[in-house]
């Protein structure tokens, strides 16, 4: 681990009574297998308990953010803050990948900057912090961390992006269903490029290029809808 335990109770905004509890949720399965002779040491049960701390305080955010909105706008719109790329993305902000713990084996093979790795360190250091000290304190933590992206996510409301008015488009004219591909992934782990191709059937509509899988796929919703409406 790089870093004090102390540095990374200043990023969660919260001091652990029992330090250990935070321990944990910085120990990655990798690291527990290989020093504490078994994986279920990790934080593992954490992530699991994270994840639904998570979703929980979200919801909630948004059912007040949005008094109008109904269930699929309000289900849609957290999947978007809660999923993998976002919470990896937090990770990479706050850089608490450089204070997990992790086997020599994983590290080699660049775990360390993987977002399906460091999206679950997020989850686990909420649970810790619930763990330790309760739901208040939980849910202070998941602001503290999250109030970006959710911001972020609100300011763009899902109803109105380029893959829902290409899926209006298309259904007006009778062809199905756009779906997309991911045809290109460039740049190490930390900071990919991503080449999104959209498709109705067998036929292929346009192409897209973003620095996440979701903005290359809304690129691609959109020269497509573009060249609709012109």
Do not use: W
């Amino acid at each position: 681990m790089n870093g004090s335990l102390e540095e990374v109770e200043e990023i969660l905004g919260y001091v652990f009574k029992d330090k250990s509890i935070l321990v944990t949720g910085l120990t990655h399965s990798s690291y527990a297998n290989d020093y504490l002779g078994s994986s279920t040491k990790g934080n593992e049960r954490l992530e699991f308990l994270g994840d639904a701390i998570l979703d929980m305080v979200v919801s909630a955010e948004l059912y007040k953010r949005f008094p109008e909105k109904q269930e699929g706008f309000l289900t849609k719109l957290r999947a978007e803050i809660v999923c993998t790329e976002a919470l990896g993305k937090t990770a990479d902000h706050y850089k608490l990948n450089e204070y997990m713990l992790m086997g020599k084996g994983e590290e080699a093979k660049g775990g360390r900057y993987r977002h399906s790795i460091t999206s679950d360190l997020v989850e686990a250091l909420i649970a810790s912090v619930f763990i330790d000290g309760g739901i208040e304190a939980a849910m202070k933590t998941v602001h503290k961390l999250m109030d970006y992206t959710i911001e972020k996510e609100c300011s763009e409301p899902v109803i109105s992006d380029y893959k829902t008015q290409l899926q209006e488009l298309c259904q007006k004219k009778g062809e199905g269903t756009p779906y997309y591909r991911i045809i290109k992934e460039e740049g190490p782990d930390h900071d990919k490029t991503f080449t999104a191709a959209v498709y109705v059937g067998e036929k292929h509509l346009g192409t897209g290029v973003g620095k996440s899988k979701k903005e290359s796929e809304n690129a691609a919703a959109a020269q497509v809808v573009r060249m609709y409406k012109n």
